[in-house]
C-alpha cells in the first residue's frame, strides 16, 4: 500500500483511539527511528510514552484547575534566601510527601506575606502530580461549604472533595472570627480527616489564640489535639514577601513582629 494511504488510515485510526499525541509525532518519530535504526519496540515504545506523558500532563492540569488552587506555585519558585528564619530542611523534606502517608497535618504558622499559601499549593502541586486528590479552600469558603452541607443533612459524609480529598488545604485559618456553630462543624471535619488523610493548614493566628478566635476553648482543645497529634508544624518568622523593597526594612520589620504579637 502506498505510504500516503497507510499515513492517512494511521492518522484516521488514531484520531478514533484519541491519541493525539502520536497523531502529531508519528511522521517525526517514524523518521528518527529510520534515521537512527531503532528497534520495532524502540518506536512504539517512544509513541506510548509521548501519549502518556501528554495525557498525564493534561490530567493534572484539569485536576489543579477543579481543585481550587489560587495559582500554581512550586518549591522552585520559593526563595529561602528571602526568608531565612524559615527551617529550610524541614520544609524541602515535606516534599517527598511521605507525610501524605502517614496522613500527618501539616500546619503553617506565620504573619501575612511570608509564604504559608505558597507553601501549601506547592505541597498541593505535587500531591496532584503524585496522583493524590487534593482540594484547596479557605477557612471560610470551608465552613460556607459545611454549613451548607448540615443544612441538607450531608455534614457526615465524606463524598466532597473539600472533606474526602487525599489532601485538603485549609488556607487562611484566623482571618476572621467563627462562632460556636461554626466552630463544631470545623471540629467534625478535622475528626472525619483524623488519622485518615492530610490536611494543612495555614494561620496568622499562634495556637494560644485559637481560643478567642473560635469562642469556646473545649472544642478548640479538641480540634488540636487532632490536628496536631499527627502533624509537622512550621513556623515562619520574617518579612512580607509582597512588601519587599515597597518599606524601608525596619518598618517591615515591626510590621511582621506585631502582627505576630496581635
Ligand atoms: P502568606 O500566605 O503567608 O500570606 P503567600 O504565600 O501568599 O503569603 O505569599 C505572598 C506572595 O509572595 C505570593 O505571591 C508568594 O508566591 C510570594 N512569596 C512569599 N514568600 C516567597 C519566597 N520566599 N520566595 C518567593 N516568593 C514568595
Ligand atoms: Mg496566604
Known amino acids: 500500500m502506498a505510504e500516503q494511504l497507510i499515513l492517512d488510515r494511521l492518522s484516521e485510526n488514531l484520531t478514533r483511539l ?3 499525541r502520536i497523531k502529531e509525532v508519528l511522521s517525526e518519530l ?6 537512527n535504526s531503532w528497534s520495532y519496540l524502540t518506536l512504539l515504545d517512544r509513541l506510548m510514552e509521548e501519549e502518556v ?3 498525564e500532563q493534561r490530567r493534572i492540569e484539569s485536576v489543579l484547575k477543579l481543585s481550587g488552587l489560587p495559582w500554581v506555585k512550586t518549591l522552585d519558585d520559593f526563595d529561602f534566601a528571602f526568608q531565612p528564619g524559615i527551617n529550610r530542611r524541614q520544609v524541602v523534606d515535606l516534599f517527598d510527601l511521605s507525610f501524605l502517608e502517614r496522613k500527618d497535618n501539616i500546619l503553617f ?6 509564604g504559608k499559601t505558597h507553601l501549601s499549593v506547592a505541597l498541593a502541586v ?4 503524585a496522583g493524590c486528590t487534593i482540594h484547596f479552600t479557605t477557612m471560610s469558603e470551608l465552613i460556607h461549604k459545611l454549613r451548607k452541607d448540615q443544612e441538607s443533612g450531608r455534614i457526615g459524609k465524606n463524598n466532597r472533595p473539600y472533606k474526602g480529598s487525599n489532601l485538603v488545604v485549609v488556607d487562611e485559618v484566623g482571618y476572621t ?5 461554626e466552630c463544631n462543624l470545623f471540629y467534625q471535619f478535622v475528626a472525619m480527616r483524623y488519622e485518615k488523610a492530610s490536611t494543612i493548614i495555614s494561620s496568622n493566628k499562634a495556637f494560644d489564640e485559637w481560643s478567642e478566635l473560635f469562642h469556646d476553648p473545649v472544642i478548640v482543645t479538641a480540634i488540636l489535639d ?3 497529634h499527627h502533624s509537622v508544624v512550621v513556623n515562619i518568622k520574617g518579612n512580607s514577601y509582597r512588601l519587599r523593597n515597597k518599606l524601608p526594612a525596619g518598618v517591615e520589620k515591626a510590621l511582621s513582629e506585631e502582627v505576630i504579637a496581635e
Not at 30 to 35: D, R
Not at 109 to 114: A, I, K, S, T
Open 18 to 20: 484519541r491519541l493525539p
Open 30 to 35: 517514524v523518521l528518527a527511528a529510520e534515521t
Open 53 to 55: 506523558s501528554r495525557k
Open 109 to 114: 504558622l506565620g504573619p501575612p506575606g511570608v
Open 126 to 129: 505535587k500531591a496532584c502530580q
Open 177 to 181: 472570627p467563627i462562632d460556636r456553630e
Open 226 to 228: 487532632r490536628l496536631l
